[in-house]
T-cell receptor, first 115, second 109 residues
Framework: DVKVTQSSRYLVKRTGEKVFLECVQD?????MFWYRQDPGLGLRLIYF???????EKGDIPEGYSVSREKKERFSLILESASTNQTSMYLC??????????????FGPGTRLTVT | DAKTTQPPSMDCAEGRAANLPCNHS???????VYWYRQIHSQGPQYIIH???NNETNEMASLIITEDRKSSTLILPHATLRDTAVYYC??????????FGAGTRLTVKP
């Protein structure tokens, strides 16, 4: 089974702190993603990566950066946390399906609270 | 604009088949239909996807109409653990998975 793990399930940080969210996948997937999920807004894509050291902006990249130094690891960085970044953060990795298309596999999520 | 339309909620009796509909009348020829579900406080879980043909795996069956404008996800024997929000997504792009509001399925004993 594909396993995507995230470094923390719950995290509480103060405004202005630098926050690192780590994600590791064990299936040698090229593609990795960071989403945030908020009530009434669904999942929104922050950043994604198709390869090591490669990154692309999603729909809401402002206030975030990412790092992908190794294929299995994709980190999300909040340079200076703000209260509006309180959210559930979800990491995913994906592979191409046998019949085409892509299957995304998600981690359990990190619920970040910024106070 | 929303690419898919799903009912906001559905109920199903335990042990019965759950049939979750999805309308995607503007689907284009190279877009796949994906289904995911999210159990409370967990990350979304991939269920199944298809392009034109019906698909079946160990979790569910996906029935796509011939004109591809709608589809149905079938859970053949629903259990209480299938209670979740089910998302229908159409996409031709790995980085463009738009998770809408989905259908909240409640399986009742």
């Amino acid at each position: 089974d594909v396993k995507v793990t995230q470094s923390s399930r719950y995290l509480v940080k103060r405004t202005g702190e630098k926050v690192f969210l780590e994600c590791v996948q064990d299936m040698d997937h090229e593609n990795m993603f960071w989403y945030r999920q908020d009530p009434g807004l669904g999942l929104r894509l922050i950043y994604f990566s198709y390869d090591v050291k490669m990154k692309e902006k999603g729909d809401i990249p402002e206030g975030y950066s990412v790092s992908r130094e190794k294929k299995e690891r994709f980190s999300l960085i909040l340079e200076s946390a703000s209260t509006n970044q309180t959210s559930m953060y979800l990491c995913a990795s994906s592979s191409r399906g046998a019949g085409g298309g892509y299957e995304q596999y998600f981690g359990p999520g990190t619920r970040l609270t910024v106070t | 604009d929303a690419k898919t339309t799903q009912p906001p909620s559905m109920d199903c009796a335990e042990g019965r088949a759950a049939n979750l509909p999805c309308n995607h009348s503007t689907i284009s020829g190279n877009e796949y239909v994906y289904w995911y579900r999210q159990i409370h406080s967990q990350g979304p879980q991939y269920i199944i996807h298809g392009l034109k043909n019906n698909e079946t795996n160990e979790m569910a069956s996906l029935i796509i109409t011939e004109d591809r404008k709608s589809s149905t996800l079938i859970l053949p024997h629903a259990t209480l653990r299938d209670t979740a929000v089910y998302y229908c997504i159409v996409s031709n792009n790995n980085n463009d998975m738009r998770f809408g509001a989905g259908t909240r399925l409640t399986v009742k004993p």
